[in-house]
């Protein structure tokens, strides 16, 4: 018997609906679901939406360090460095703190007011900060865009209304296409545009304000973004809170019923009711999110880094290429792979496999150094020296690209299939709080494990293993969180 999905809320979005005969199946639990055609409208105009959070918050990488060079603090290159990770920290600090603020905001005005704010909040503080001219005003800057902005748990909230569990894998694979997007479309940005007196010679050699001002015109560049985002948004995005929604619709038919079906969603919730699995789901995203972004930090230390210094010696444009094909695996991976094997198989099952594949490449990763030297000894032809390491580090990075994009998505959605819609917007903006403090944190601690490691001259295991090691055990750690996630808040599944 095949049987009709159940909604969260309002799910007439724009979906595209086929016949019957033609409309995919689903199995969830053992039973067979009608697969709800994708609100596919909706879901582009948030992922357009929400692409400006990524970006503004990466587009300042390439250009931090000259930036906080020309406020001449110091000129110590550790303390420029020091200044430096204040200035990107400082964002997630203040997300951090505002983050639940925006949650609580949201379910009494409702996710598309606060989603067009945190674009207007982008669009002022980012034109700020590309007019920095002392660590007081870039500090200031970014902590105002991170204050304005909770985008992103609000977003993720509006995906789990307007989504059900049969076509939800597809939209959170969207909605990391739209994150993939920004994080590589942000430094690719900021590295091109900033000092455009020198780097565009052609366009602005004459330009007095970007001589004064070098890093304002790729700001300026992500504000116009976040401005025809506002425009879309304003436009065509459309409420999903369910509460709101059945009140419009209530003041628009003057049914009674409607009223008495709208009560439930007023009745008041708070964060104890959050239940044990929304929590493990959390706490599992958290530290993934925590040593994932520790090993962005390391790697390309790591890469870079000559061979006495415990590193590969690779050249940063070589390493350079290696990510770009990284991102562009990443997304194909999001876009085209994941749907297909969500579909097949329970996502519950894809991140226990994902974490399983993380073992083995924090393990290899430190012996790379060890396998390039024997390689160097054993191989006499240089391009087939190349080519043998270049294809090894190349499959391990692959295998944790692959394992990365199958883990946050499926966590996304697993947290999502976990809160009732009461506490949706608690348990998503919880989660958002939570990575946030870890994304303030975790590059900084990544930076400082490998000096000390390095500096310390210390024995193996507690040289440049260390920090793999460590994250070893945080991935171990992981591996038995999932282990007591319930298959109830898991979907997918072949007919």
Not at 197 to 219: I, M, N, Q, T
Request: hydrophobic share 45%; net charge neutral; proline share 5%.
């Amino acid at each position: 018997m095949v049987k009709m999905p159940e909604s969260r809320g309002n799910n007439s979005y724009g979906a595209t609906s086929t016949g019957e005969n033609d409309q995919e199946i689903t199995v969830i639990s053992g039973t067979k679901y009608k697969t709800t055609p994708l609100p596919s409208t909706q879901i582009m105009v948030l992922s357009i939406v929400v692409v400006s959070e990524p970006l503004s918050s990466s587009i300042l990488f390439p250009f931090i360090y000259f930036m906080v060079r020309d406020f001449h603090l110091s000129d110590d290159e550790k303390d420029i460095g020091s200044y430096a990770g204040w200035i990107a920290s400082v964002f997630f600090l203040a997300q951090f703190l505002f983050v639940t603020v925006w949650g609580r905001v949201s379910d009494r005005i409702g996710r598309r007011p606060v989603l067009l704010i945190g674009l207007v909040g982008n669009i002022v503080s980012c034109s700020l900060f590309g007019m920095s001219k002392t660590i007081g005003w870039a500090i200031g800057s970014r902590a105002l865009c991170g204050i304005m902005n909770g985008n992103t748990g609000v977003g993720r909230c509006m995906i789990g209304e307007m989504t059900d569990t049969t076509n939800r894998a597809k939209a959170f694979s969207l909605w990391g296409l739209s994150w993939g997007v920004g994080s590589i479309a942000g430094p690719a940005i900021g590295g091109y545009f900033y000092n455009p007196v020198k780097s565009l010679p052609y366009f602005f050699g004459d330009s007095h304000f970007f001589l004064e001002y070098p890093y304002a015109l790729p700001c300026f560049i992500a504000s116009i973004l976040s401005s025809i985002s506002f425009m879309i948004g304003y436009l065509f995005l459309k409420e999903t809170h369910p509460g709101i929604v059945k009140s419009r619709r209530t003041k628009e038919t003057d049914s009674i019923l409607s009223k008495e079906d709208g009560e439930d969603d007023n009745i008041q919730s708070s964060y104890r009711d959050i239940t044990l699995p929304s929590v493990l789901i959390i706490g599992c995203y958290s530290i993934f999110a925590f040593y994932s972004l520790l090993m962005e930090e390391v790697l390309p230390l790591y890469f870079t880094a000559p061979f006495y210094a415990g590193g590969l010696n690779i050249t940063p444009q070589k390493f350079a290429e290696v990510l770009t094909i990284m991102g562009a695996i990443q997304l194909l991976t999001l876009y085209y792979v994941y749907p297909k094997v969500a579909h097949h198989y329970p996502i519950l099952s894809l991140v226990r496999c994902a974490f399983m594949l993380f073992i083995p490449v924090f393990v290899l990763l430190p012996e790379l150094v060890q396998w390039n030297k024997w390689i160097q000894l054993n191989i006499e032809d240089d391009n087939v020296r190349y080519w043998v390491f270049k294809c090894s580090y190349f499959s391990i990075l692959f295998t944790r690209t692959i394992g990365t994009c199958f883990v946050y998505t499926s966590l996304g959605i697993m947290l999502v299939t976990s809160a009732s819609s009461k506490l949706l917007s608690k348990v998503s903006s919880l989660c958002q709080c939570c990575l946030s403090l870890v994304r303030a944190f975790a590059p900084t601690v990544g930076g400082s494990l490998w000096s000390y490691s390095l500096k310390a001259n210390l024995p193996y295991p507690f040289d440049y293993h260390l920090v793999f090691y460590i994250v070893f055990i945080l991935c171990l750690i992981n591996i038995i969180q999932i282990r007591y996630v319930p298959y109830s808040v898991s979907i997918g599944g072949s007919v």
